[in-house]
């Protein structure tokens, strides 16, 4: 049960009359189609007809139908006490599954078991790393080998690296690739991207993070991974005692609400350094190898911006705070504060590397880079679940993504990237049953994603009306993390 998100009374067999059904995977449209479902999978997709016995009908009037939207960077389960607020605003606003990128040997044997948390309307679990590659587990080589090798052994679907050095980080990739497990996430201040894509590292985050990927495409390259390379790792014990893990998950997440508060001034030269020698054929050159090397990427667009304009009014004063959980608006504002401080050199270089970020992104589209949506939402700072999915549509767009872009990095390209092509992103027959109704034609232009006028999840429906009541009630009692 929930504590959002009423049962729907209408599933089972269900016919989502006259709709035009928007495909991802060619960019095609076809209008006057009937959608039949049956259980949790799509039976039929057929010319608007005769009735269908015994089904509940859904009149679309014409509206558009496409595959329902992945977050592929999350924390949702950062909480698996208190997951219900965050799983009812991605339900409202069409994110029926999600990447968990920060895991733990509790978090795996509790799927293994069957016991995560399922209030009514939850998203799919689609997968989760195990703890984070950090000073902790991966302070040596001997000791990343041991991390891969227990996470192998207990069900991760990839390893996440969070804080490691280019020895650690390397020594678990081959590891990694020696065990047929996937390695991704933050690329060290002391790696070569190319080297990382070389030797098979599966995705990127947040285009780096920080200057790693932008040192690779400046002209004065050297000069920028030298400055960059002084970066420190942060303050976690590099020693196992009684009780070390909780310590490093709360320092991590103490520093994942914002990690731009510990920009020295050092790293903001090289950023300036980095956006101030930017060179286009050798972001063409980078995109190529990614391209060659399968080498996806995760921009959370919304997350570095978060981070860079820490202090905006736009975050701050963000409407949407009225669905969080008290003590994480309170965590928020804190670090808030905390950038506020921060010399304005350094945030003005903050601020100015948001072009660099954009430009990248639309470099690498062009290239054909793989590229999935993810926001990391469920502890950062100013990013709110659900609803976050959207903004990072609005920004792929002010990079100059095109909409069947933004649409398949949120329905066909997740799939491709968990390595499940042809299992779900596409409204067709045997498809599973989680599908988004839109107002609006959503390859005439992306802001058609967010005007939702219903949602099916596993083979239940939610109207408008339905999913406006269950943000009324996060509202009158927040509690999303």
């Known amino acids: 049960m929930s504590r959002y998100v009423e049962p729907s009374s209408i599933n089972g067999r269900v016919l989502i009359r006259d709709v035009t059904v928007a495909d991802p995977l060619d960019g095609r449209r076809t209008p006057g189609q009937d959608v039949v479902v049956e259980g949790n999978k799509i039976k039929s997709v057929t010319a608007t007809g005769a009735p269908v016995a015994g089904a509940h009908v859904v009149e679309g009037g014409g509206?558009?139908?496409?595959?329902?939207?992945?977050?592929?960077?999350?924390?949702?389960?950062?909480?698996?006490?208190?997951?219900?607020?965050?799983?009812?605003?991605?339900?409202?606003?069409?994110?029926?599954?999600?990447?968990?990128?920060?895991?733990?040997?509790?978090?795996?044997?509790?799927?293994?078991?069957?016991?995560?948390?399922?209030?009514?309307?939850?998203?799919?679990?689609?997968?989760?790393?195990?703890?984070?590659?950090?000073?902790?587990?991966?302070?040596?080589?001997?000791?990343?080998?041991?991390?891969?090798r227990e996470q192998h052994r207990d069900g991760a679907d990839f390893i996440k690296a969070g804080a490691t050095t280019r020895t650690t980080f390397?020594?678990?990739?081959?590891?990694?690739?020696?065990?047929?497990?996937?390695?991704?996430?933050?690329?060290?201040?002391?790696?070569?991207?190319?080297?990382?894509?070389?030797?098979?590292?599966?995705?990127?985050?947040?285009?780096?993070?920080?200057?790693?990927?932008?040192?690779?495409?400046?002209?004065?390259?050297?000069?920028?991974?030298?400055?960059?390379?002084?970066?420190?790792?942060?303050p976690i014990p590099k020693v196992t005692f009684p009780g070390a893990d909780k310590l490093?998950?709360?320092?991590?997440?103490?520093?994942?609400?914002?990690?731009?508060?510990?920009?020295?001034?050092?790293?903001?030269?090289?950023?300036?350094?980095?956006?101030?020698?930017?060179?286009?054929?050798?972001?063409?050159?980078?995109?190529?190898?990614?391209?060659?090397?399968?080498?996806?990427?995760?921009?959370?667009?919304?997350?570095?911006?978060?981070?860079?304009?820490?202090?905006?009014?736009?975050?701050?004063?963000?409407?949407?705070?009225?669905?969080?959980?008290?003590?994480e608006l309170r965590a928020w504002d804190k670090s808030a504060k905390k950038f506020s401080k921060l010399p304005d050199g350094t945030r003005t270089a903050l601020r100015n590397h948001w072009t660099a970020q954009l430009r990248m992104t639309k470099t690498f589209a062009d290239a054909g880079v793989p590229m999935v949506v993810g926001t990391d939402a469920c502890g950062a700072a100013g990013i709110i679940p659900g609803f976050a999915l959207h903004d990072e549509f609005d920004h792929l767009a002010e990079a100059g993504l095109d909409p069947l872009t933004i649409l398949r990095m949120t329905t066909t390209e997740p799939a491709r990237f968990l390595g499940e092509e042809g299992a779900f992103g596409r409204v067709i027959p045997g498809m599973p049953a989680d599908l988004v109704l839109l107002k609006e034609d959503p390859l005439e232009d992306h802001t058609a994603l967010r005007k939702i006028a219903g949602v099916m999840r596993d083979g239940s429906w939610w109207s408008r009306a339905d999913l406006d009541a269950v943000l009324q009630r996060v509202a009158a009692k927040p509690g999303a993390h």
């Not at 689609?126 to 041991?146: E, I, R, Y």
């Not at 790293?267 to 060659?292: I, M, P, T």
């Not at 997350?303 to 949407?320: C, I, K, L, W, Y």
């Open 248 to 327: 490093v998950m709360k320092l991590v997440k103490g520093m994942a609400v914002n990690p731009a508060t510990g920009t020295s001034e050092l790293e903001a030269h090289a950023y300036e350094l980095a956006d101030g020698s930017y060179d286009q054929n050798k972001a063409e050159e980078l995109a190529a190898l990614f391209v060659e090397h399968t080498t996806w990427q995760c921009p959370t667009l919304i997350r570095v911006h978060t981070q860079q304009f820490g202090d905006s009014p736009q975050h701050a004063e963000d409407p949407r705070r009225r669905y969080m959980a008290p003590r």
């Open 63 to 148: 509206r558009f139908v496409v595959p329902a939207f992945m977050d592929m960077h999350t924390h949702a389960l950062n909480t698996p006490e208190d997951v219900d607020g965050a799983y009812a605003l991605m339900l409202a606003n069409g994110v029926v599954g999600f990447r968990q990128m920060s895991g733990s040997r509790a978090l795996l044997k509790s799927r293994h078991e069957g016991t995560l948390p399922q209030p009514t309307g939850a998203p799919a679990l689609k997968a989760t790393a195990g703890d984070l590659l950090t000073p902790l587990n991966a302070g040596t080589v001997d000791g990343v080998v041991q991390a891969v």
């Open 170 to 234: 390397m020594a678990a990739l081959k590891e990694a690739n020696r065990l047929g497990i996937r390695l991704g996430g933050h690329l060290p201040a002391d790696l070569d991207p190319r080297e990382a894509a070389r030797e098979g590292v599966w995705s990127v985050e947040h285009l780096g993070p920080g200057v790693t990927v932008f040192a690779a495409v400046s002209s004065r390259e050297a000069e920028v991974r030298a400055m960059n390379a002084t970066r420190k790792l942060p």
